[in-house]
């Protein structure tokens, strides 16, 4: 059994007898305190032009084939690549095809135009790939259904706060700090190159008004391993309209400070922290946009059995969290190791998870057979570890959907579950769907358990508890 804990909410609910990991809801005070069409990564630039190929006598030359555009498919779509250029002219050859079109971004880039026709000779060979958006990463999946409302970047032609006046030095954490306090739209006037701000302290954002931060795919926020990036900590829960969006956008380094250690007791009681939540993002009753982001080196507390989110933590959302075209590397937490929802639904769209871990161990149970202590009303058994990649728990009908996902080389910790996907449907009413997805080399234990469909294993990358999956035209490793 497991119980999930607020001054205003106690909510029980029953887990799964073999691995339900524990929900821990605590009052604003309690916690932290500091707490369509496809759209995806940045316009990916074009491949270098095709090289003409070397005169042919009578051949017909084709022209060089398009450079793919970056992984990630910006708003306006990925930049063709450029056009091959024909051979040099042979001896009574032909005219050489028209190079072909180049493709957009990976999530939903325009297809650029085709080469112009080459003048005989042998083919010219294709143009490189491009480089991509904000994350420069390849998501090589792509979801093929049409995505739903709410998944397009949002408009900053009319910006609330401008940070800077033109020039990189004008572009401080003071500016930046007093635009995310007001919220509305921010947008970013920093040159034509890419720009570091440094985060001194946790950017506050405020809770009763939508705001919008857009990079322009130029701007990195760099907690220093030192600072939460950013904080939207409403005191409800599940009720707030207000929507954070975060797009064109790279947060690296943002790192928790945790404060309430857990009462020592003999393992396997659990060892750790309560509190230390989402190393570059902390959101309660907010609902969460993420659109071309990158995510990178971020870590939440390393130890405990509630605790997680490397990157985004997101507690007791109304609407949910929606990611679309987004790269997550590197970021580890206890749990969650890039992205965590406790009573929040997960819907994520052609992006790439890898090589991001759950640091804590021994899943998370309330046993008192095995510990006496008492730890968040429960006698809690195993500090953490679920949840590599991603990492959603609660009830509510609070579902988990996947499509066009890269989730590869992630790892759980030791004794732990998911490490690709960890969903725990309390009370069984949350469904999974993964949907043109790759979902491999990703270590940890596995479970599934559903109360409906026919799918009913998921393979070894999954811990889950779920009213009922569907995976369709999808490679989930172990999976029969």
Same mark, same amino acid.
């Given at each position: ?13 029953? $887990? ?31 491949? *270098? ?14 022209? %060089?084939?398009?450079?793919s555009g970056g992984p990630t498919g910006g708003a306006g779509g990925g930049t063709a690549g450029a056009s091959g250029a024909g051979g040099n002219p042979g001896t009574g050859g032909i005219g050489g095809t028209s190079g072909a079109s180049g493709s957009g971004g990976a999530t939903g880039g325009r297809s650029g135009t085709g080469g112009s026709t080459g003048t005989g000779g042998s083919t010219g060979t294709g143009g490189s790939t491009g480089t991509g958006g904000s ?20 408009? +900053?032609?009319?910006?609330?706060? +401008? ?37 001194? *302290? ?25 600072? @939460? ?23 690296? =380094?943002?790192k928790t400070t945790p404060t309430q250690k857990i009462p020592p007791a003999p393992a396997p009681c659990s060892q750790g922290w309560n509190d230390g939540e989402g190393g570059a993002l902390y959101m309660r009753d907010g609902n969460l946009t993420v659109i071309d982001c990158t995510f990178s080196h971020n870590q939440a507390a390393p130890l405990g059995p509630d605790t997680g989110g490397g990157a985004i933590y997101v507690l007791g959302s109304k609407s949910g969290v929606?990611?679309?075209? !987004? ?10 190791? *890039? ?5 929040? &639904? ?7 998870? &890898?090589?991001? @871990?759950?640091? %804590? ?10 510990? !006496?202590?008492?730890?968040? %009303?429960?006698?809690?058994? $195993? ?12 009830? =509510? ?20 579950? $998911? ?15 993964? &949907? ?12 599934? &358990? ?23 035209? !999808?490679?989930?490793?172990?999976? @029969?």
């Amino acid at each position: 059994m497991s119980r999930v804990l607020d001054h205003r909410y106690a909510v029980w609910v029953l $887990g799964a007898a073999a691995a339900c990991s524990s929900a821990n809801i605590m009052s604003g005070s309690d916690r932290d305190g500091s707490i369509g069409a496809d759209t995806g990564g940045a316009q990916g630039g074009g491949g *270098a032009p095709a090289s003409g190929g070397t005169t042919g006598t009578g051949g017909a030359g084709a022209g %060089g084939t398009s450079g793919s555009g970056g992984p990630t498919g910006g708003a306006g779509g990925g930049t063709a690549g450029a056009s091959g250029a024909g051979g040099n002219p042979g001896t009574g050859g032909i005219g050489g095809t028209s190079g072909a079109s180049g493709s957009g971004g990976a999530t939903g880039g325009r297809s650029g135009t085709g080469g112009s026709t080459g003048t005989g000779g042998s083919t010219g060979t294709g143009g490189s790939t491009g480089t991509g958006g904000s994350s420069g990463r390849t998501i090589p999946t792509h979801c093929n259904s049409t995505l739903p409302a709410g998944t397009q970047p949002a408009d +900053v032609s009319h910006p609330t706060t +401008v940070v800077g006046t033109g020039a990189a030095a004008s572009c401080t954490f003071a500016a930046l700090n007093a635009a995310a306090i007001k919220g509305g739209v921010v947008t970013f006037a920093c040159g034509s190159a890419p720009v570091t701000i440094p985060v001194a *302290a946790t950017l506050i954002l405020p809770t009763g008004t939508d705001t919008v931060i857009d990079g322009g795919n130029l701007i990195t926020l760099d907690g220093q391993n030192a600072v @939460r990036i950013m904080s939207f900590n409403h005191g409800d829960f599940m009720k707030n309209n207000a929507r954070l969006t975060l797009q064109h956008l790279t947060l690296v =380094n943002g790192k928790t400070t945790p404060t309430q250690k857990i009462p020592p007791a003999p393992a396997p009681c659990s060892q750790g922290w309560n509190d230390g939540e989402g190393g570059a993002l902390y959101m309660r009753d907010g609902n969460l946009t993420v659109i071309d982001c990158t995510f990178s080196h971020n870590q939440a507390a390393p130890l405990g059995p509630d605790t997680g989110g490397g990157a985004i933590y997101v507690l007791g959302s109304k609407s949910g969290v929606i990611i679309v075209g !987004s790269v997550f590397t590197n970021n580890t937490a206890s749990n969650a190791g *890039a992205v965590g929802g406790l009573f929040a &639904q997960l819907a994520i769209y052609n992006s790439l998870f &890898q090589d991001n @871990r759950a640091t %804590g161990n021994g899943a998370n149970s309330d046993d008192a057979s095995k510990c !006496s202590a008492i730890n968040n %009303g429960q006698h809690e058994v $195993g500090s953490g570890g679920n949840g590599a990649a991603i990492y959603q728990d609660g009830g =509510n009908a609070t579902n988990v959907i996947l499509c066009g996902d890269d989730i590869v080389n992630n790892a759980a910790g030791v004794g732990a579950f $998911g490490g690709g996907v960890f969903m725990t449907s309390n009370d069984f009413s949350g469904t999974l769907t993964v &949907q043109d997805s790759i979902i491999t080399g990703n270590t940890g234990g596995s479970w599934t &358990q559903v109360k409906e469909g026919s799918v009913t294993n998921l393979g070894t990358a999954f811990g889950v508890n779920a009213k009922s999956a569907t995976v369709q035209s !999808s490679t989930l490793q172990g999976m @029969r």
